[in-house]
Every structure is written in C-alpha cells, then in structure tokens.
C-alpha cells in the first residue's frame, strides 16, 4: 500500500492486477475457487515470471534477461570484456 500522500507506491501493483486480469482471469472461466488456486500460482510463475516481456528489462521475458545477465556476471569474474544489454 501506497503511504498517505504518495500514490505512485501503488502503481507496481496496479500495474500487475491489470496484467493479471487482462491475461489470466478474463480469459478462463472458472468453475470454483479450487480452479483460481491452481491457475493463479501457475499464470504467475510459468507466464509473467519467465515468458511475458517487461518494459522495465528492455522488452525481455524476465527468464532470458536473467541469462544474460548471467553470462554478463561469468564473464566479468573470468575477465572478458562484456557487451552493454541492450536499451
């Protein structure tokens, strides 16, 4: 929750609900609560953590920029020169 007076606390998680609604809720119709439980957890690992792009990580999925990212880190601790990720 955003603290009194600084409403943009609040925009990461407005921003994710959107997404959620948008993408997941919307598009299956769910018979029970047991049907939410089980498709949530698995829309938010399988879908938004690793294969839907982020505006925040240069338009990657978070899965192929933390391989990067990666391989940036590995080559800096053997001492090769790194490319910059691009913007």
Known sequence: M???GN???NA???AFFKTLKNEEVYLWEYESFTDVVERIPEFIEEVYN???VHSGIQ???PEE????VQDE???QSLGQ???KLPR
């Open 7 to 9: 409403p943009d606390d």
């Open 2 to 4: 955003s603290s009194k």
């Open 65 to 68: 920029f933390e391989a990067i």
């Open 81 to 83: 020169l790194t490319l």
């Open 59 to 61: 338009y990657l999925p």
């Open 73 to 75: 880190q590995r080559k």
């Open 50 to 52: 690793r294969k839907r």
């Open 12 to 14: 990461y998680a407005e």
